[in-house]
């Protein structure tokens, strides 16, 4: 998910590089608890407004460009996301947020369906969410609102 974002790309890297940033730019985050920050050291937790989970753990860092990490349930598979900003003239910036998804089941023909119809529909709206969270963060200077951009079936209250 790509998204134009109408600030350059320090400020938004700015942002995301921030300790504990997902308080402010993700309606569907209650709490990010940080362990260790910033670098491809770094560390930290994501938890949902439905109640749910995730850590955090970051394998690259690039500064001023993106980071990759692995996301999941503790004790459980993780999926690899991928942050992405690249600057666009004049003073605007392209933020972009890849997922490849853990495998949801070892039959192949399945998983493949599985992804079409569930999880790609899913996670476009998911991460729809999450880079206009940004976008509203960086240009309005105020924290997202739970569900600001509209409720996700996995990551809302329930």
């Known amino acids: 998910m790509t998204r134009e974002i109408s600030a ?6 700015a942002v995301i590089a921030t300790p504990g940033h997902l308080e402010h730019v993700h309606p569907f985050c209650e709490h990010n608890p940080v362990t260790e920050w910033p670098g491809a050291a770094s560390r930290d937790e994501i938890h949902y407004r439905s109640g749910w989970v995730y850590e955090r753990t970051f394998t690259h860092w690039v500064d001023g460009v993106g980071y990759d990490l692995d996301i999941g349930a503790p004790g459980e598979p993780t999926s690899h996301v991928s942050w992405r900003i690249s600057p666009r003239p004049p003073g605007a910036c392209n933020l972009a947020i890849s997922v490849w998804p853990r495998s949801l089941t070892r039959i192949r023909g399945l998983q493949y369906l599985l992804r079409l119809l569930v999880l790609g529909p899913m996670m476009r709206r998911y991460l729809r969410s ?14 997202v609102r739970a569900n600001q951009f509209g409720t996700h079936q996995w990551f809302s209250q329930r």
């Open 8 to 13: 350059p790309a320090e400020v938004v890297w």
């Open 130 to 143: 999450v880079t206009k969270g940004v976008e509203w963060f960086v240009t309005q200077g105020e924290p």
